[in-house]
């Protein structure tokens, strides 16, 4: 499988963003009901999150159809 294309790239950026923003917001959320947001902790999280969907998406993306 080639994952050094334009349509992988594109695909598992859109995931590992989606993936960021959905942390991000269940973090603040959480940390709200606390009543304390630490930020650092909401945007270490978050960023962890979008490298482990990144590296969850070399395994294959449904969306991009392997070329043969």
Do not use: C
């Not at 950026?13 to 709200?32: M, P």
């Not at 630490?38 to 969850?56: A, D, E, K, Q």
């Amino acid at each position: 499988m080639n994952i050094l294309n334009k349509k992988w790239f594109y695909a598992s950026g859109i995931r590992a963003l989606r993936t960021v923003a959905q942390t991000a917001v269940a973090t603040i959320g959480t940390s709200a009901a606390m009543s304390d947001i630490n930020w650092v902790t909401v945007l270490s999280v978050s960023v962890l999150s979008g490298l482990l969907s990144l590296l969850t998406s070399i395994a294959g993306l449904p969306e991009v159809k392997e070329v043969k």
